[in-house]
């Protein structure tokens, strides 16, 4: 947002690997990106790009055996992370930064009442009692929109519909007051009707309460509604850093301008979507130099031999694409020849 650009996660180098039996899986190899205060940042990506493991890294969820952090710095108001003991991060998870899960379903106990579970966070990590935690649990309720919150906090899970479940779990991200959001595919299960209502009302809290949010995502419409700044992942690395501005107006890598170009557009009269050929690489197995190089349509010897760095571009942006360096031997190829 402008004018606010105190920063309040730092995330460099961040390397998370999975050790199993079929070899080592590099799920997250080296992201690098920055969350200011107030602002919200998308993290976009297909599925397997290594999106939600960089965000359960932030949290040190990674379930080890098998995953493990082995590099990086995760950096939250100048303090590390990875350095963390874990009952210290059990006083910042939930309290300082929170998180809202994908499917509330199987992220909500299915045996306690909603009530039950928003008190339980404010009981631990506030330290109130059992009383005035479940007053706050009402209120919590009353805050996200649920109707009759005192009714609702007496139900399970499985007595409310999608959208209330999704608002329950905002409400408990919400309860202690974090300074930072992580909101994982927020509305993937909820009709276009209630996810509307939903990022409405991610915005609104937002606003209230100043904090920032990483909105983890595959859907484009998603971050042009709601996001300042945007990642693009490919392959458990960042390929494009820029303004959500920059990504709609002037996409630069090619991954990101084939997710362009995929999508369905009202103002034209395509029978067909363009769609970005090929597959995601096994994490086990990734091609040498840059990632995208298998499915790229520019693709010289130069991107299957070495991999790019994230470089800073003429705009602002980061871009991890040889098009845009000096070794580019078709540096004369025009943004227009490439689709955008």
Not at 76 to 99: P, T, V, W
Not at 181 to 204: G, H, N, R, S, Y
């Given at each position: 947002?402008?004018?606010?650009?105190?920063?309040?996660?730092?995330?460099?180098?961040?390397?998370t690997?999975?050790?199993?039996?079929?070899?080592?899986?590099?799920?997250?190899?080296?992201?690098?990106?920055?969350?200011?205060?107030?602002?919200?940042?998308?993290?976009?990506g297909?599925?397997?790009?290594?999106?939600?493991?960089?965000?359960?890294?932030?949290?040190?969820?990674?379930a080890?055996?098998?995953?493990?952090?082995?590099?990086?710095?995760?950096?939250?108001?100048g303090?590390?992370?990875?350095a963390?003991?874990?009952?210290?991060?059990?006083k910042?998870?939930?309290?300082?930064?929170?998180?809202?899960?994908?499917?509330?379903m199987?992220?909500?106990?299915?045996?306690?009442?909603?009530?039950e579970?928003?008190?339980e966070?404010?009981r631990?990590?506030?330290?109130?009692?059992?009383?005035?935690?479940?007053?706050?649990?009402?209120?919590?309720?009353?805050?996200?929109?649920i109707?009759?919150?005192?009714k609702?906090?007496?139900?399970?899970?499985?007595?409310?519909?999608?959208?209330?479940r999704?608002?329950?779990?905002?409400?408990?991200?919400?309860?202690?007051?974090?300074?930072?959001?992580?909101?994982?595919?927020?509305?993937t299960a909820?009709?276009?009707?209630?996810?509307?209502?939903?990022?409405?009302?991610?915005?609104?809290?937002q606003?209230?309460?100043?904090?920032?949010?990483?909105?983890?995502?595959?859907?484009?419409?998603?971050?042009a509604?709601?996001?300042?700044?945007?990642?693009?992942m490919?392959?458990g690395?960042?390929?494009?850093y820029?303004t959500?501005k920059?990504?709609?107006?002037?996409?630069?890598?090619?991954?990101?301008?084939?997710?362009?170009?995929?999508?369905?557009?009202?103002?034209?009269?395509v029978?067909?979507?363009?769609?970005?050929?090929?597959n995601?690489?096994?994490?086990f197995?990734?091609?040498?130099?840059?990632?995208?190089?298998?499915?790229?349509?520019?693709?010289?010897?130069?991107?299957?031999?070495?991999?790019?760095?994230?470089l800073?571009?003429?705009?602002?942006?980061?871009?991890?694409?040889?098009?845009?360096?000096?070794?580019?031997d078709?540096?004369?190829?025009?943004?227009?020849?490439?689709?955008?």
């Amino acid at each position: 947002m402008p004018g606010q650009q105190e920063k309040i996660l730092d995330v460099r180098n961040l390397q998370t690997h999975f050790f199993t039996d079929d070899g080592v899986s590099k799920a997250v190899d080296g992201v690098d990106f920055s969350l200011n205060k107030g602002e919200t940042l998308g993290l976009v990506g297909e599925s397997g790009c290594g999106k939600s493991i960089t965000s359960l890294s932030i949290l040190r969820l990674i379930a080890s055996p098998p995953g493990k952090i082995v590099g990086g710095e995760i950096l939250f108001k100048g303090q590390d992370l990875i350095a963390k003991s874990e009952a210290e991060m059990r006083k910042i998870r939930g309290n300082e930064i929170s998180m809202i899960f994908q499917e509330p379903m199987t992220s909500l106990n299915p045996v306690y009442t909603v009530g039950e579970q928003i008190a339980e966070v404010l009981r631990l990590h506030q330290n109130m009692g059992r009383k005035e935690a479940w007053e706050k649990a009402v209120d919590m309720l009353r805050l996200v929109g649920i109707p009759s919150p005192e009714k609702r906090a007496t139900q399970e899970p499985h007595e409310l519909s999608g959208g209330m479940r999704q608002r329950v779990m905002i409400a408990m991200a919400l309860a202690c007051r974090p300074e930072i959001l992580i909101a994982d595919e927020p509305t993937t299960a909820l009709d276009v009707t209630i996810q509307a209502q939903i990022l409405e009302l991610m915005k609104k809290l937002q606003a209230e309460m100043g904090m920032s949010i990483i909105m983890i995502t595959h859907d484009l419409g998603v971050v042009a509604e709601t996001c300042d700044r945007v990642a693009v992942m490919y392959a458990g690395k960042v390929v494009e850093y820029t303004t959500a501005k920059n990504l709609f107006e002037n996409p630069k890598h090619p991954y990101t301008i084939g997710l362009m170009n995929s999508l369905p557009r009202l103002d034209e009269d395509v029978e067909e979507l363009v769609a970005i050929k090929g597959n995601v690489p096994s994490p086990f197995n990734m091609p040498t130099g840059c990632r995208f190089a298998p499915r790229c349509p520019h693709a010289t010897e130069l991107c299957h031999s070495k991999l790019p760095e994230l470089l800073t571009s003429d705009d602002g942006s980061k871009v991890r694409c040889w098009m845009y360096t000096p070794e580019w031997d078709g540096a004369s190829k025009t943004a227009t020849e490439m689709g955008v």
